[in-house]
């Protein structure tokens, strides 16, 4: 399994941007995706991420500014962010939680996208 993200780039404070990631590979069943990011010195966090069921949670953030969506028959997760600033500048993430069968039984892993730069400047 791959999750392959593309997107992001250099925009102005107000500006606006949207991330994709595809998943492909041997895929049971695309469970959880969503996106983290990663700003210089700071932790990994979460920005927004939607499970199969159509749940949605968002860091408070960027709540009214970022949207999540997916498109289960493409096995992709996007991130409509608008408004942006420069606080939003980070390394992107996009995670995936996906099911497979194995020998011993179906399992659920954890899988992570190359990361794409959002940087937001003027």
């Known amino acids: 399994v791959q999750l392959q993200a593309s997107g992001g780039g250099l925009v102005q404070p107000g500006g606006s941007l949207r991330l994709s990631c595809a998943a492909s590979g041997v895929i049971f069943s695309l469970n959880g995706m969503g996106w983290y990011r990663q700003a210089p010195g700071k932790q990994r966090e979460l920005v927004a991420f939607t499970t199969s069921g159509g749940l949605i949670n968002y860091a408070d953030s960027v709540k009214g500014r970022f949207t999540v969506s997916r498109d289960n028959a493409k096995k992709t997760v996007y991130l409509q962010m608008n408004s942006l600033k420069p606080e939003d500048t980070a390394v992107y993430y996009c995670?995936?939680?996906?099911?497979?069968?194995?020998?011993?039984?179906?399992?659920?892993?954890?899988?992570w996208g190359q990361g794409t730069q959002v940087t937001v400047s003027s």
């Open positions: 995670n995936a939680v996906i099911g497979n069968y194995y020998p011993t039984g179906y399992q659920e892993s954890n899988y």
